[in-house]
Antibody, heavy 122, light 107 residues
Framework: QVRLQESGPGLVKPSQTLSLMCTVS??????????WNWIRQPAGKGLEWIGR???????TYNPSLKTRVTISPDASKNQFSLELTSVTAADTAVYYC??????????????WGQGTLVTVSS | DIQMTQSPSSLSASVGDRVTITCRAS??????LNWCQQRPGKAPRVLIS???KLQSGVPSRFSGSGSGTDFTLTISSLQPEDFATYYC?????????FGQGTKVEIK
């Protein structure tokens, strides 16, 4: 059973960079055929996919955030990270990391972290 | 981007009721449609993948159907633990997109 756990600062100042880490246990970020994703949810609102990283390190981002987002692996620690630059209050949200699994029924997010709240405020 | 539209946005129902939630995609996604449940303060969890495949551990009262652009999630007999928000999500293309959610509340 794979487990994911987000970590990082809960408060970020406007215009600064939001940095989060996702620690994976029971699976590998650098082996297998999975995508490792970041998804966020503003309070009381729906889910927004931020981007993903394949086990090879290849990344794909949501075009709406592409100019500000970087997702990268740390294979030595079995982690992957999210960096979001030039944040504003609109980036305040619960941030989730999640694995996308692909089987005969197609791709789906089968494992999620518990989520971490990041507030952008001075 | 593929837009996902759910209806209704919220509903009130009683324990034992049959509940149906619909999801429409802005273009065909074949059967690349997943349903997830989110309880307050918790992460989402997948219920159904590929429009109709029930995930392991999910009660059989949940079922999904549809293809192309129109999909349905049905709860055959609502239980107390089913009061939550439900999201559809397309896995046909990037970016992955979600419906706005349907909140199922106690009547």
């Amino acid at each position: 059973q794979v487990r994911l756990q987000e970590s990082g600062p809960g408060l970020v100042k406007p215009s600064q960079t939001l940095s989060l880490m996702c620690t994976v246990s029971g699976g590998s970020v650098s082996f297998g055929h999975h995508y490792w994703n970041w998804i966020r949810q503003p309070a009381g609102k729906g889910l927004e996919w931020i981007g993903r990283m394949y086990t090879s390190g290849f990344t794909t981002y949501n075009p709406s955030l592409k100019t500000r987002v970087t997702i990268s692996p740390d294979a030595s620690k079995n982690q992957f990270s999210l960096e979001l630059t030039s944040v504003t209050a609109a980036d305040t949200a619960v941030y989730y990391c999640a694995r996308e699994w692909d089987d005969s029924s197609g791709p789906y997010f089968d494992s999620w972290g518990q989520g971490t709240l990041v507030t952008v405020s001075s | 981007d593929i837009q996902m539209t759910q209806s209704p946005s919220s509903l009130s129902a009683s324990v034992g009721d049959r509940v149906t939630i619909t999801c429409r995609a802005s273009q065909t996604i074949i059967t690349s449609l997943n349903w997830c449940q989110q309880r307050p303060g918790k992460a989402p969890r997948v219920l159904i993948s590929g429009a109709s495949k029930l995930q392991s551990g999910v009660p059989s009262r949940f079922s999904g159907s549809g293809s192309g652009t129109d999909f349905t999630l049905t709860i055959s007999s609502l239980q107390p633990e089913d009061f939550a928000t439900y999201y559809c999500q397309q896995s046909y293309s990037i970016p992955r997109t979600f419906g706005q959610g349907t909140k199922v509340e106690i009547k």
